[in-house]
């Protein structure tokens, strides 16, 4: 099974993006938070959009094998889908496949009432097939970055696990040519 065909998964997820309450300018009202101290959502086993998830009045989703797959089709769109619930500490894991596509970046956000945020984004679809994106040694060179990324991310815990962690994903998905 390649990585295309893994399921979206949230440990925990992202705030809520569709507030207009800023709390720099006004007083706002209590958000509501995650009542459970853990939360996963499979994609791949949905056929609607979850109650506890909104989606862009413009966005187009299908739930398939591949999770929550988003349409873009004409310039300008952004479809986006976020938690109707607030974290407050935790961490987040998100499996996730780059779209396909000149201009489109795929991402995922953290993000606050005051639009502090976290982004992840993953617009090098022109990489695909390179050298550098089939390159071995340097898959093995980032495996370092990612895993002081992670003991940054989740202070207290072993790199060394990461690194493992890291090692086999990457090689598992060399041999899946991803």
């Known amino acids: 099974m390649g ?16 507030d207009t309450c800023n709390p720099l300018n006004a007083r706002c009202p209590p958000n509501v938070g995650l009542a459970t101290s853990a939360y996963e959502v499979d994609f791949t086993k949905q056929s609607s959009i979850p109650s506890e998830w909104t989606i862009s009045d413009w966005a187009t989703v299908k739930f398939g094998s ?12 952004s479809p986006q889908l976020w938690t109707n619930f607030y974290i407050h500490y935790g961490k987040v894991e998100i499996v996730a496949q780059v779209a396909p596509g000149t201009g489109i970046v795929s991402s995922a956000v953290l993000m606050s009432d005051d639009a502090d945020e976290i982004d992840w984004e993953w617009p090098l679809e022109f990489l695909a097939g390179t050298a550098i994106h089939r390159s071995l040694e340097l898959r093995i060179l980032l495996l370092p970055l990612s895993s002081l990324t992670a003991v940054l991310l989740y202070q207290g815990t072993n790199p060394a696990l ?10 598992w998905a060399y041999t899946e040519g991803e």
């Open 162 to 171: 990461y690194y493992l962690i890291g090692c086999g994903i990457y090689f």
């Open 66 to 77: 591949k999770g929550a797959e988003f349409t873009v089709s004409k310039r300008f769109e």
């Open 3 to 18: 990585l295309t065909r893994l399921a979206t998964f949230f440990a925990l997820a992202a705030v809520s993006i569709a």
